[in-house]
């Protein structure tokens, strides 16, 4: 257990340096135009909007940590003295470290995402059908959008092998986001793009830092170095 809250502290800090960053540019636009449609029918009080929007897509969050939580409990990715645990916290943390540089952009073949065409598709009609169930069905959507920083907290969740930690570190790192993008849904624009762009690097940086913990915690498993502890938190 304490191994997983050094991974959920960087997920949580991680969630709230991409979002002034990567989360700003990707779906700020849309958290934007989710602010323009409901002040029309709220009277310029946008906020509940917001609020509701941003629950469904942490629950979404929540759902997917849950699911890849439990994948990790069940090939025992959450034991330190399972051969089979050090193999798979080996490739999670590989994994870790290729999508964060692809989300820093360091990978020659560009970024491991995909258009989500279907689901751009869907959020339209989502935004367009507008009360309590459209900006709910728009919220949860977003949460299943291809994103390079999702994918990674992703894989991060999966490696405390347990669907609570799981689904426990995926709403965290969600709530960390919320910040920057209620600031951009209420129509306010704080950071320049120079700022937000450093902020995203360093997201990434973060993310990869989770990768190469992974990494060290599976070699460890085979006791080719020691497990490093700080008090009662296990680092690998």
Request: with cysteine; proline share 3%; charged share 5%.
């Amino acid at each position: 257990m304490n191994e997983n809250l050094s991974i959920i502290t960087t997920l949580i800090v991680t969630g709230f340096l991409g979002s002034l960053g990567h989360c700003l540019g990707m779906c700020g636009p849309l958290v934007m135009m989710v602010g323009v449609q409901s002040a029309r029918s709220s009277r310029g009080n946008t906020l509940p909007v917001h609020l509701l929007y941003h629950s469904a897509r942490i629950g979404m969050y929540g759902v997917l940590g849950g699911i890849v939580g439990a994948v990790g409990s069940l090939i025992g990715v959450g034991s330190h003295f399972n051969d089979v645990a050090g193999v798979i916290s080996l490739l999670l943390g590989a994994g870790v470290i290729l999508f964060s540089l692809s989300y820093l952009g360091w990978l020659p073949f560009g970024r491991l995402e995909n258009t989500g065409s279907w689901l751009t598709r869907r959020m339209g009609q989502a935004l367009r059908q507008g009360g309590v169930r459209g900006v709910m069905f728009l919220g949860a959507l977003n949460g299943l959008l291809p994103c390079g920083l999702v994918y990674s907290a992703l894989l991060s969740a999966a490696a405390t092998g347990s669907v609570i930690w799981g689904t426990v570190a995926m709403l965290l790192f969600g709530t960390a986001t919320i910040p920057a993008l209620l600031v951009a849904g209420m129509g306010a624009h704080l950071l320049s793009i120079r700022l937000r762009q450093s902020l995203l690097r360093l997201a990434g940086v973060m993310i990869l830092l989770i990768g190469v913990q992974l990494v060290l915690r599976g070699m460890a498993a085979f006791n080719l170095l020691p497990h490093l502890r700080v008090g009662e938190i296990v680092i690998w």
